[in-house]
């Protein structure tokens, strides 16, 4: 008597991207991989944003490349991006192009203070930094410190030379209040903070009336009632650090940041691991990032750039997934835009990597909402290895199908899982197999994924609606893994993407025969 057919759903996959376990080991509403997709408040998975090209370029020398430092706004509300070519110029934009704002040097760091932009200029400058705005333009301050780290607070300006100072690594600079003159003496002030332990100041953070410094491998808390130098210096969180200034962004009152491989989550003196479900991965290689590690922050999601991927962690659902860009070359830094005029959630963006012999620098724009912007990307889902709760039995599947929305093409792969077996010379000539595909086999195994069954499901309907996608091949299997791609523009045309649950009818065939199967 023939075995009853059963019904499995797969989904909602309410805890997202696990690249840690092993595919096996994945929480049953884990993923394997979570591509250019995340998980919704209504427990589906759906396609991000897409990192348009705005096609406003940053002019570039024979070296350097772009470096988002701010936006700055003026008490109109009038907005101006400022950015540097990371080599010997400071550009602004609020409109057409970019506009220089000085070649005197290329600006590290950006603050806004006391209704002025203050640009800092890296210790190797020849000429100061200073402040600017519209009205004013750019002025030098002669007595003002370089360096990478600036940042204001009690009316005053901090600074500190950064993670590349070779001396005074760990002194931290201040103004004087705002209205003394000079505001800049020409004898900085300054407070060391644990002087002499190798240890350089890489951040600074502003937390309610402290001063938060994150060092190359501790964070210190410094508060101070009215003069500096009767402070209060004390060790907040020992053994943990910043991998560089670019790794730390804000979010309300917590901070996520990034160092020795892992995501964190500081708040009340704690920095808690996030990351415990994620390996930080690179497609490619990791030579010539300008921003190789960063974090930013956008509508509700923690961002962290490791080199050509950015892994993204929703603050709502606390969920991870990856995003990638192929066609934008990796994105190395994200400014939220704060414009109360924008009608969806906006942000600049820059490239991760200079492409070669290129003479200018793109500028993105990533918007949370479904436009015109676009950007011609992929997006996967890959469950875990099932086993459908009989890992003794081998099981038979007559189809599996998608719950979902997708307006372009959409490939379904069902990956049965194969423990030993045998592969014939002849076999793998019939099958056109090279040497390159075996590089990543073994003898016992030279080709894994043979038995894989890909499906394509192209869409033809100009409404993004809700339907039911059926992949038809009878496969036999013990385990089994299933993969859909979407293409998409994410645009609106194109988007959103969106994907339920998974389903597929399967009877039981026989219990295992060998002793390991």
Request: hydrophobic share 40%.
């Amino acid at each position: 008597m023939a075995s009853p057919k059963r019904a499995v759903q797969l989904g909602p996959f309410m805890k997202g991207l696990n690249t840690f376990s092993d595919p096996s080991a994945v929480p049953d509403d884990g993923l394997a991989e979570l591509l250019n997709m995340e998980l919704d408040l209504d427990g589906s998975l759906v396609s991000r944003p897409p990192f348009h090209d705005t096609g406003i370029d940053l002019p570039l020398d024979s070296t350097g490349n772009m470096i988002l430092l701010g936006l700055f706004y003026t008490p109109a509300g009038a907005e101006y991006l400022i950015a540097s070519d990371g080599l010997s110029k400071t550009y602004y934009l609020s409109g057409g192009g970019w506009v220089l704002l000085t070649n005197t040097f290329a600006a590290t760091a950006m603050t806004q203070f006391d209704d002025k932009a203050w640009l800092l200029a890296p210790t190797s400058s020849a000429n100061p930094g200073g402040y600017w705005s519209p009205a004013l333009g750019f002025v030098a301050e002669p007595n003002m410190p370089k360096g990478t780290v600036i940042v204001a607070f009690k009316f005053r300006l901090w600074v500190a030379q950064g993670e590349q100072a070779t001396t005074n690594g760990s002194r931290l600079y201040f103004s004087k209040l705002l209205g003394v003159t000079p505001f800049w003496p020409v004898a900085p002030e300054f407070i060391d903070i644990a002087r002499g332990d190798g240890q350089n100041i890489v951040a600074i953070q502003r937390y309610y009336e402290s001063l938060l410094i994150f060092r190359t491998s501790s964070i210190y808390k410094f508060s101070y009632n009215s003069d500096p130098a009767t402070g209060t210096i004390e060790v907040s969180v020992p053994n943990i650090g910043l991998a560089s200034r670019w790794a730390i962004e804000s979010h309300e009152n917590y901070f996520y940041f990034f160092y020795d491989d892992r995501a964190y989550e500081y708040l009340n003196g704690r920095a808690q691991v996030i990351s415990q479900a994620i390996k930080f991965q690179t497609s490619g290689g990791r030579s010539g990032f300008v921003v190789p590690i960063a974090v930013s922050v956008f509508n509700d999601r923690a961002l962290f750039t490791f080199y050509d991927t950015l892994y993204v962690f929703s603050l709502v659902t606390r969920t991870w997934s990856r995003w990638r860009t192929p066609t934008r070359g990796g994105i190395g830094r994200i400014l939220e835009r704060r414009n109360a005029d924008l009608p969806n959630p906006q942000a600049y963006a820059m490239r991760a990597i200079r492409p070669l012999g290129a003479t200018v620098a793109p500028l993105y724009r990533i918007t949370d909402a479904i436009t015109s912007d676009y950007e011609d990307f992929q997006c996967t889902v890959r469950t875990k290895v099932l086993s459908m709760d009989t890992p003794q039995l081998y099981k038979r599947m007559f189809w599996w199908g998608l719950d979902g929305i997708f307006r372009m093409e959409a490939r379904g792969t069902a990956l049965p899982i194969v423990y030993g077996g045998s592969v014939t010379w002849g076999e793998l000539y019939d099958k056109g197999i090279t040497w390159g595909q075996l590089l990543f086999g073994t003898w016992g195994r030279p080709v894994a994924q043979g038995l894989s069954v890909e499906t394509i499901r192209p869409e033809l309907g100009a409404t993004a609606q809700r339907k039911f996608t059926k992949f038809m091949k009878k496969l036999r299997f013990r385990q089994i893994q299933f993969q859909v791609v979407f293409n998409t523009r994410g645009d609106d045309q194109t988007a959103p993407v969106r994907l339920f649950s998974l389903h597929t009818e399967v009877t039981p065939a026989q219990t295992v025969s060998k002793a390991i199967s």
